[in-house]
């Protein structure tokens, strides 16, 4: 045998054993996941669980297929830019008692899902054990599981369930799927396995060791290579113990705004997305060991600018792998019935969704540990620029442009342009409808538009809802819009490639009328051979999936201002949800004793506003209906009733409020008894709306002996905030000229209370002072040039809830910005507070405390 022989043999075997060793995703020594190549892994995504529980529930309800709903979605990942893709399997309803897997539908649709996502290139990260029932938001129904049976508690100690858990965990690995025939252990596109959702562990640290090496032996028995990932978010003080099972990654997950506030927070949540800060992340094990983020969601904001600063924080702390919970299944998102508390879909929430777009982008470009600064600092970074104010991201490469809302943005190098993706107009964009859009280079001089559906939410979808009740509307229109790339010309072609739309045009002057669907631009005289049945990347040209539109009756969305100065004209603002403009849409105004009517002009798609007068409004108050003729249907809004209030027999009383106050007067920043509910705050038993005992006012009633800590605070604290923005917003420019505080309320008992209370910008800055009551109720007064730089409580409190529980923003300002204050800070500063609070209020006057 020569020498060259024996060395090319020699070559094979050991590329073939590195092969082998290295066939899937591998965490190397530093912590870093990596693909077979060695490259390091990115992956963004989402959570989405279309064949269980509440969403598979509600498709039999519903009368939905649901493997069409399945593929209509991941074509929508597609679009935005997925490439990850987590579930927490609801194991009890796909296996036994003893742990053994079930074959049934949920397993069967499970298996066609993953099969689908993998046709997209778009990567799996999959936990087997849930530990949940099958109900929220409904209540649990029987399932034949071991999570059923035992409980989550129990499934952590309990001999028999643990037993179950390690057995259905080496059958769910070795499950052959049925559409692609790989058991999930071989399956390329599963980067890796979560053994279960949060766990919350309270026995000894030797005993959650033992618990999670049975499981993590149980599935490397199975001969799966695949890194198999434990949650160490929960319980940090065993930290140690999950690291030493044997596990090759930690996973973790990131609410900055917490959960179930009810209704759409207000303010600037910047501050809350700033620092992904993680207290073990100095820990040897931490650092060798892979990082993965399973969910995270801004909760009930309806705004897309937090996302892309989540994700910036997360490439900070090294994550490689996110995934927001949870996408919503497209023919549920009309109710949000799934996660009331999480609002995602492409159609329903567009702005949302490219958000999440631009998240994609940033973690697969920035590099892992980079950092960018702290806020306000850092809200430009890479190609990403964040707008709190404009609700607006935007990403900007050479060859992409790709933006949340509105933007007079230049893009870099327009002639360079591959991509573009956005809602609303641009530069290169002019459009009025509400949905979002994509426009992707086929070739030189031939593009991809595709345009979703309007959508105009009609009911807070973050409060209780039910699949009887919509809370968003679809609406197919048409209308003109404008593209203005070099790329096409003036008068480029315009063809409709998706099934059942036949719209052809030519541009003029690069204008066209558009439909929701799908199209080929092409420049005038370019001959290309693009049909619908093309492939482009993970999709065919053709392609295009938006919800019909279930739109019945015609409604007003109008949200009233709450008060204004009388020596000011002001605007008032509606949208007209239908699908035919208005014959009229009128505005019956009331002051004063007097009525008077206004017409309502069409600014833009569904948007409407007329101009009060500052002569027609007094002091008091500004009472109105808006009344809309559709198609010779009159409706009057705010309570949908048929008919015009000039009609003999129409009896509604209740209309659109407005408080019209006298220059200089006192501005109501927060009214316990119409403010409690949208504080942000920990729930605490001792924090309540209830009547002052001493007057059966209704005030926010603080009585804490002793002060609570949080995991994310050495010092005892509590702190509430309020978001009072709409109320400066409608007021003027003389807001600088008031002089101080003013707070109606008393201590509970008859040792003075102190708290802090202070003005909070939406630039992360809080100016406050230190308050002292006594047991007689009064007016207690701050002045404002008193104030002083403070901290800024990072509420709500975000969870996990090791975070940071205070913000400090990196230029400490030392004067008051009015243009920025928008919200109202109380917090405790000594071991106990026990105070009652009616109002606060802010005073051009001169006086000190007086009692009432």
């Known amino acids: 045998m020569n020498k060259l022989y024996i060395y090319l043999l020699c070559t094979l075997l050991t590329a073939n054993l590195f092969g082998q060793e290295k066939k899937d995703v591998y965490v190397d020594k530093e912590g870093v996941m990596r693909w077979p190549n ?27 297929n649901l493997k069409e709903a399945i593929d209509n979605d991941i074509y929508h990942f597609s679009r935005l830019g997925f490439d990850a893709y987590r579930v927490h399997v609801w194991d009890t309803e796909i296996s036994d008692s003893l742990g053994n897997i079930l074959e049934n539908e949920h397993l069967e649709l499970f298996d066609y899902l993953v099969a689908e996502l993998k046709k997209r290139n778009i990567n799996c990260l999959i936990t087997p054990i849930a530990f949940w029932g099958n109900g929220w938001p409904e209540k649990d129904t029987y399932s034949p599981g071991f999570s059923h049976k035992y409980g989550k508690e129990a499934c952590l100690t309990n001999a028999a369930a643990i037993k179950a858990q390690a057995n259905y965990l080496a059958q769910f690995l070795n499950h052959k799927n049925k559409y692609t025939g790989i058991a999930y252990k071989n399956e390329p596109s599963i980067v890796a396995f979560e053994v279960s959702n949060e766990p919350h562990h309270v026995g000894t640290p030797e005993q959650v060791t033992a618990y999670i090496s049975t499981m993590v032996e149980s599935m490397k028995n199975t001969g799966c290579l695949k890194p198999i990932l434990y949650n160490v978010s929960h319980s940090i003080e065993l930290v140690d113990a999950y690291y030493n099972a044997g596990i090759d990654g930690g996973t973790f997950q990131w609410y900055p705004t917490n959960l179930v506030s009810e209704a759409e927070l207000g303010g600037n949540l910047l501050p809350n997305a700033d620092n992904y800060k993680i207290p073990f992340a100095n820990n040897k094990a931490f650092k060798s060991h892979a990082k993965i983020v399973y969910e995270f969601d801004p909760a009930d904001t309806h705004k897309a600018y937090i996302y892309p600063a989540m994700a910036r924080s997360f490439r900070t702390a090294g994550i490689q792998w996110a995934t927001q919970f949870a996408y919503d299944p497209t023919f549920l998102a009309n109710k949000n019935t799934e996660y009331n508390t999480h609002y995602m879909n ?39 620029s964040i707008s709190y104010d404009k609700d607006l991201v935007e990403y900007m490469s050479d060859e992409k442009f790709f933006y949340t809302n509105s933007t007079i943005t230049s893009p870099k190098k327009v002639k360079q342009l591959k991509e573009i993706a956005g809602v609303g107009s641009s530069k290169l964009i002019d459009y009025e409808g509400t949905g979002a859009y994509f426009l992707d280079e086929l070739e030189t001089g031939v593009w991809r538009l595709e345009v979703q559906p309007d959508v105009l939410i009609t009911k807070n979808p973050y409060g209780k809802n039910s699949l009887k009740k919509k809370v968003a509307e679809i609406i197919w229109n048409n209308w003109e819009m404008s593209v203005k790339l070099p790329q096409l010309g003036n008068d480029f072609t315009v063809k409709a490639v998706n099934e059942n739309n036949q719209l052809s045009s030519t541009a003029e002057k690069h204008t066209f009328t558009v439909y929701p669907g799908t199209y080929i631009l092409a420049k005038k005289g370019k001959k290309h051979k693009w049909t619908a049945e093309s492939n482009f990347g993970a999709i065919k040209v053709g392609e295009y999936y938006a919800p019909k539109s279930e739109f019945e009756n015609f409604t007003v969305v109008h949200s009233p201002k709450k008060e204004v100065f009388s020596d000011t004209s002001f605007t008032i603002e509606a949208t007209l949800v239908n699908t035919t403009l208005p014959h009229s849409l009128k505005l019956i105004g009331y002051t004063n004793h007097q009525q008077k009517e206004y017409t309502l002009k069409h600014l833009k798609g569904y948007t409407y506003d007329v101009e009060i007068p500052k002569d027609d409004i007094g002091e008091g108050y500004f009472n109105y209906f808006i009344v809309a003729d559709v198609n010779n249907t009159v409706i009057t809004f705010p309570n949908a009733i048929k008919g015009k209030p000039s009609d003999w027999d129409f009896t509604s009383t209740e209309m659109y409020e407005t408080r019209i106050i006298a220059p200089l007067s006192s501005i109501t920043l927060f009214d316990a008894s119409k403010d409690f509910e949208k504080l942000n705050k920990t729930w605490n038993t001792n924090v309540t709306l209830a009547p002052n005992f001493r007057t059966a006012k209704d005030a926010l009633k603080i009585n804490l002996d002793s002060i609570p800590t949080d995991l994310g605070n050495t010092v005892p604290n509590y702190a509430l905030r309020y978001y009072f923005g709409n109320t400066l917003k409608t007021s003027n420019t003389t807001i600088g000229n008031y002089t101080q505080l003013e707070i109606i309320g008393n201590a509970l008992v008859d040792t003075p209370q102190k708290i802090e209370i202070a003005l909070v910008g939406n630039d992360g800055t809080a100016f406050g002072a230190i308050v002292e009551m006594t047991e007689k109720k009064g007016i207690y007064v701050v002045k404002l040039d008193t104030l002083r730089t403070t901290k800024l409580v990072t509420l709500p409190r975000p969870y996990p809830d090791f975070l940071p529980y205070y913000f400090s923003p990196t230029t400490v300002k030392t ?38």
């Not at 969704?353 to 850092?378: D, Q, R, T, V």
């Open 815 to 852: 004067v008051i910005d009015w243009r920025k204050i928008e919200s109202i800070q109380l917090a405790t500063v000594e071991k106990h507070c026990q105070i009652n609070i009616e109002s606060i209020r802010l005073v051009y006057a001169t006086s000190s405390f007086s009692s009432l």
């Open 346 to 384: 492409l159609s329903y929430t567009p702005h949302k969704a490219l958000s999440l777009k631009i998240c994609s982008e940033i973690f697969h470009e920035m590099p892992m540990y980079k950092s960018y600064g702290a806020f306000p600092e850092n809200t430009t970074f890479g190609n990403v």
């Open 38 to 64: 060695t490259t390091e892994v990115k992956g963004f995504g989402v959570n989405y669980t279309g064949p269980f529980a509440h969403a598979y529930r509600s498709s039999k309800k519903l009368g939905v």
